[in-house]
């Protein structure tokens, strides 16, 4: 796995990371927007009582490795636009760059434990209750950042060498040689996380979307909450594929030209700026977290609701008579709403 925003040419008279500078505007337009809604949802994750889910857990992980992504962009944008001095381009290369990393593998993971976990709420088996309960969430939570980090620190960690200063420096030009087969073990590594976790979301939003088709001779509400269910789901799935799917095509081909595998210059340049091109879709799933926030925690989507509508409707609950009026909220009326529907048997889908 690359560890670096620059790239390594087959040999010292080839350079390949000299036509970055385009790349920091859109860096620079996903670290604005990225911040705002990873801030918007930590503000709404704190302000929320009622976190004691699975799918909260999750989401809240997923929120932490957004944030891991948010600080090592800006390292990101200094390097490429080439106005990092020198100490700054070794920090990059040896913690902000593998920041990068850990937050996408660890989002990649998220991603598809909130997959299952949809699935599981949906198809409410009681031989997988355990694995709903949150002590399991957070149990796998800690095994996943556990994992990643085995995988990754080591790029840190690994002693580099030291090198003469230039203008267009490569991480792998400071890595040693127990550096470099660390680095090809890692790109392994996380391509089986990859796989698992790209199997885990296909098979489970398969699974809920033949869960939903079988809904479509139903009639009225119930028909047409289950085809907005269905397009939610479809839309998700399409936006992990284009994040994920283009860079990881690129990933091994490009190993290669790091590991002077490939060594024709021309090629390299190329994989390289597929390489960039591809990772520029894949860490734009900061913007789009804040969404999958907003569809899937009911917590969330009540503190926005309550921060941009102050003035919350209120109904009146049925009473006997002589007995006090009582004001229920939308919020108790909705999660009441789902109480009965999971003891019917029947499984409200928002996404």
Not at 212 to 232: F, H, P, V, Y
């Amino acid at each position: 796995m690359d560890t670096s925003s620059n790239s390594t040419g087959p040999s010292n008279g080839c350079t390949v990371n000299d036509q970055m500078k385009p790349f920091t505007i859109f860096y620079t337009f996903i670290f604005l927007i990225g911040l705002v809604g990873s801030l918007l949802a930590l503000w709404a994750f704190i302000r929320s009582s009622k976190a004691k889910k699975c799918m909260n857990v999750y989401l809240i992980n997923l929120l932490v490795s957004d944030f891991l992504l948010t600080l090592a962009l800006p390292f990101k944008i200094a390097v490429d636009l080439e106005v990092a001095p020198w100490r700054l381009k070794i920090f990059h290369c040896q913690v902000s760059a593998v920041l990068i990393y850990i937050s996408l593998y660890a989002s990649i993971i998220f991603l598809a434990f909130v997959s299952a976990d949809r699935y599981l709420q949906i198809t409410q088996s009681s031989r997988l209750y355990r694995i709903q309960e949150v002590g399991f969430a957070r149990m796998m939570s800690v095994v996943v950042w556990a994992l990643v980090l085995f995988v990754m620190v080591p790029n840190m960690a690994i002693p580099i060498k030291d090198i003469p200063e230039k203008t267009l420096v490569t991480c792998a030009e400071f890595k040693q040689e127990l550096g470099l087969h660390w680095h090809m073990l890692t790109n392994f590594l996380c391509m089986a996380i990859f796989l698992n976790a790209s199997s885990a979301v296909l098979v489970s939003n398969g699974f809920v979307l033949k869960r939903l088709w079988g809904s479509r001779d139903s009639s009225g509400e119930e028909r047409a909450n289950a085809r907005q269910a269905t397009r939610n789901i479809a839309v998700v799935t399409l936006a992990y594929m284009v994040c994920f799917v283009p860079y990881h095509s690129v990933r091994t081909p490009y190993v290669f030209t790091q590991n002077k595998v490939i060594t024709s210059c021309a090629v390299s340049r190329h994989l390289f700026l597929a390489k960039e091109s591809t990772l520029l879709l894949a860490v734009m799933h900061l913007c789009l977290d804040p969404i999958l926030y907003f569809y899937l925690s009911h917590s969330f989507r009540q503190r926005l609701t309550e921060a941009f509508q102050p003035r919350r409707n209120t109904f009146t609950s049925a009473r006997r008579p002589g007995q006090p009026q009582e004001q229920v909220t939308e919020g108790e009326i909705e999660d009441s709403f789902q109480s009965l529907q999971c003891k019917t048997g029947k499984q409200e889908i928002t996404l």
